[in-house]
């Protein structure tokens, strides 16, 4: 499975942003699927979380109540809906997916348990 993330852009503090993920080769329909930031000198972190279905979703602390992670499997697509940003938020946005799949979205909140990365999409906030 080949992904790549697009939709990013320059927003301001407060504002809105929409993610996609999109599969180029394969299908993205049948995983888990999460998505992860890395912001200028810090590590990658989890973001997002959503099982193959949609049924379940996770999110890190940071982000939860502000994003939502959604997916259309007739669409081959999973999404990331970035409200109420913040100068934090900014970072490169990747998404991913695992080669195990079976558990619920909370399984999925580190990046050792993904096998199928994106290139990133950059998301800056200004202040």
């Known amino acids: 499975v080949q992904l790549q993330a697009s939709g990013g852009g ?3 503090t407060g504002g809105s942003l ?6 180029s080769r394969g299908t993205i329909s049948t995983y888990p699927t999460g998505w992860f930031r890395q ?4 590590e990658r972190e989890f973001a997002a979380a959503i099982s193959w279905s949609g049924s379940s979703t996770y999110y890190a602390d940071s982000v939860k109540g502000r994003f939502t992670i959604s997916r ?11 409200d109420s940003l913040k100068p934090e ?5 990747f998404c991913a997916a ?4 079976g558990f619920s979205a909370a ?3 580190t990046e050792q348990r993904y096998d199928y990365w994106g290139q990133g999409t950059q998301v ?4």
Request: glycine share 2%.
């Open 107 to 109: 399984y999925y909140n």
């Open 89 to 93: 938020d900014t970072a490169v946005y």
């Open 124 to 127: 800056t906030v200004s202040s």
């Open 18 to 23: 929409r993610l996609s993920c999109a599969a």
């Open 72 to 82: 259309d499997n007739a669409k081959n697509m999973v999404y990331l809906q970035m």
């Open 98 to 101: 695992p080669k195990k799949t």
């Open 39 to 42: 912001a200028p000198g810090k």
């Open 10 to 12: 320059l927003v301001q």
